[in-house]
């Protein structure tokens, strides 16, 4: 159970797009297709912005979209807003009933 | 509304033991699986441990196993982590938070608990 690897940081203007990835095994990450992506603003609880891979919860804009190719997963936000600035973590399941989460990524809107 | 409120956390020796627990209101509690996650200060989000809705399944993360032991009670829509031999490095917030019902996808969370662990 390591935890999958996420760039430390990203940074966007508002109003561009920002990618962040979310790189595992086959045991993880490549081997199902249940990878959620998470947001979390200082001193917040985390909120669910992606399940499924690409699914967005009720709510959530759908400027934020999830994707996955091999063992690697991608959340894209377009059209970046002020309120986007937070940081960010990648889940997947890995078998046996557990989960893994990434290290997060912290971005900035410049 | 969903509610998910913990209680159980403060400072604790190592070696010694604590218990967590997580009252749920605002949703059918046995219909879901719930979790536990924790975050150190200044850290990142690490699972913990995973209960699906009638105890049959269980999942703890190596950091954790053979130490913290989840379970649930039903009937009183309550989540709990009994938590043993306790190190510096469990010392961090500790969340519960529901299954949205397929795997790695929590969808509320509560506010957590904080666990410090030091002599």
């Known amino acids: 159970q390591s935890a999958l690897t996420q760039p430390r940081s990203v940074s966007g203007s508002p109003g561009q797009s920002v990618t962040i990835s979310c790189t595992g095994t086959?045991?993880?990450?490549?081997?199902?297709?249940?990878v959620s992506w998470y947001q979390q603003h200082p001193g917040k609880a985390p909120k669910l912005m992606i399940y499924?891979?690409?699914k967005r919860p009720s709510g959530v804009p759908d400027r934020f979209s999830g994707s996955k190719s091999g063992n690697t997963a991608s959340l894209t936000i377009s059209g970046l807003q002020a309120e986007d600035e937070a940081d960010y973590y990648c889940?997947?399941?890995?078998?046996?009933?557990?989960?893994?989460f990434g290290g997060g990524t912290k971005l900035t809107v410049l | 509304e969903v509610q998910l409120v913990e209680s159980g956390g403060g400072l604790v020796q190592p070696g010694r033991s604590l218990r967590l627990s997580c009252a749920a209101s605002?949703?059918?509690?046995?219909?879901?699986?719930m979790h536990w996650v924790r975050q150190a200060p200044g850290k990142g989000l690490e699972w913990v441990s995973g209960?699906?809705?009638?105890?049959?399944?269980?999942g703890y993360a190596d950091s954790v196993k053979g130490r913290f032991t989840i379970s649930r009670d039903n009937a009183k829509n309550s989540l709990y982590l009994q938590m043993n031999s306790l190190r510096a490095e469990d010392t961090a917030l500790y969340y519960c938070?529901?299954?949205?019902?397929?795997?790695?996808?929590?969808?509320?969370w509560g506010q957590g608990t904080l666990v410090t662990v030091s002599s």
């Open positions: 938070a529901k299954g949205a019902g397929v795997p790695a996808a929590m969808n509320y």
């Open positions: 605002g949703f059918t509690f046995d219909d879901y699986a």
């Open positions: 209960i699906s809705w009638n105890s049959g399944s269980i």
């Open positions: 086959s045991s993880d990450v490549g081997g199902y297709n249940y």
């Open positions: 499924d891979v690409s």
């Open positions: 889940c997947s399941y890995a078998g046996s009933y557990t989960e893994v």
